[in-house]
């Protein structure tokens, strides 16, 4: 099992920045790849961006290039994302999770967090 607990979330402003966090607990980090997704309320849950367990590669959906960076910090069990030039339409709740597959479906991944709020003003 692995646990995943994310923070960093709240409200920004449009144009304003937020860095995601996820600590990982359990299983060793280091042999998971890592993902971020967001669920708009009425949408379903998407998938924002990925990094491969070593963190040599990565991978974004097209609407944050550019804006977000995911990253991790395999000593510290953290992967992050750092969400910058934030639009209203990134509010969401983010969730990270981890899963033995590198990619973009849901079904890659076999660990979720609990999520966190991002809200982003006009």
């Known amino acids: 099992q692995v646990q995943l607990v994310e923070s960093g979330g709240g409200l920004v402003q449009a144009g304003g920045s937020l860095r995601l966090s996820c600590a990982a607990s359990?299983?060793?980090?280091?042999?998971?790849?890592m993902g971020w997704f967001r669920q708009a309320p009425g949408q379903e849950r998407e998938f924002v961006a990925a990094?491969?367990?070593?963190?040599?590669?990565?991978v974004y959906t097209d609407s944050v290039k550019g804006r977000f960076t995911i990253s991790r910090d395999n000593a510290k069990n953290t992967v992050y994302l750092q969400m910058n030039s934030l639009k209203p339409e990134d509010t969401a709740v983010y969730y990270c999770?981890?899963?033995?597959?590198?990619?973009?479906?849901?079904?890659?991944?076999?660990?979720w967090g609990q999520g966190t709020q991002v809200t982003v003003s006009s």
């Open positions: 990094i491969s367990w070593s963190g040599g590669r990565t």
């Open positions: 999770a981890a899963g033995a597959t590198f990619g973009t479906p849901r079904r890659a991944y076999d660990y």
């Open positions: 359990g299983r060793t980090f280091s042999n998971y790849n």
